[in-house]
């Protein structure tokens, strides 16, 4: 079945860096991609959606230049926090799906980023 | 707007009862609508769908669901609940003259125990 890898799966920085996540569709090309950030209590917001070879389209409400993303290829998309925050700690989740509306979408693992 | 509700934050079984997971949704039009289970500190994972035809779709690890459209329902059921079903469920709807971003619910936990 389809498979998206993502990468790394925990990080714990300091305040004030710049963390970089990816997400990878390993065995299909995804022209979209989606990123999610899962709250503590459970619920989970769809913060951007990614597309291959032009602008992401963010949601409102979330900071276009806090959260970079970039979908270089068909396989890969990239989350970069930037300058991160306390604030920005959380569970952030990424998704694909095969061409198709009716296709479901298919997770990454998560990242739990800690901003100390 | 698009929305789903998942009215019950938690849902409690026996091992062997049958379970229930409530969802309702509201789109225009025909929704396509989705099950995930999410694992701790894990991603989720996909367990069933609804796009067209028969009401009742079957699912992975045995569970299924029923499309309800006069009730705006997709509750997800299995008849006999296992321990290691205990997990957190999402249902989720897809407008298809939307796009292809999905609109999760807020996610009930189920906790099965023996």
């Known amino acids: 079945g389809a498979v998206v890898s993502q990468h790394p799966s925990r990080v714990i920085c300091k305040s004030g860096t710049s963390v970089k996540i990816e997400c990878r569709s390993l065995?299909?090309?995804?022209?979209?991609m989606f990123w999610y950030r899962q709250f503590p209590k459970k619920s989970l917001m769809l913060m951007a959606t990614?597309?291959?070879?032009?602008?992401?389209?963010?949601e409102q409400g979330v900071e276009k230049d806090k959260f970079l993303i970039n979908h270089a290829s068909l396989t890969l998309s990239t989350l970069t926090v930037t300058s991160a925050h306390p604030e920005d700690s959380s569970f952030y989740i990424c998704?694909?799906?095969?061409?198709?509306?009716?296709?479901?979408?298919?997770f990454g693992d998560g990242t739990r980023l800690s901003i100390l | 707007a698009q929305s789903v509700a998942q009215p019950e934050d938690q849902v409690n079984v026996a091992e062997g009862n049958p379970l229930t997971v409530k969802c309702t949704y509201s789109?225009?039009?025909?929704?396509?609508l989705f099950w995930y289970v999410q694992y701790p500190n894990r991603g989720l994972q996909f367990l069933l769908k609804?796009?067209?035809?028969?009401?009742l779709v079957k699912g992975s690890y045995g569970f299924e669901a029923e499309f309800n459209k006069s009730q705006t329902s997709f509750h997800l059921k299995k008849p006999s609940a296992l321990v290691s079903d205990s997990a957190l469920y999402f249902c989720?709807?897809?407008?298809?003259?939307?796009?292809?971003?999905?609109?999760f619910g807020k996610g009930t936990t189920l906790s099965v125990s023996s």
């Open positions: 990614s597309n291959e070879g032009s602008k992401a389209t963010y």
């Open positions: 609804y796009i067209t035809g028969d009401n």
């Open positions: 065995d299909f090309q995804a022209t979209t």
């Open positions: 989720a709807v897809r407008d298809p003259q939307a796009g292809t971003a999905l609109i």
């Open positions: 998704s694909a799906n095969p061409t198709g509306a009716n296709q479901p979408q298919h």
């Open positions: 789109v225009s039009g025909n929704p396509y």
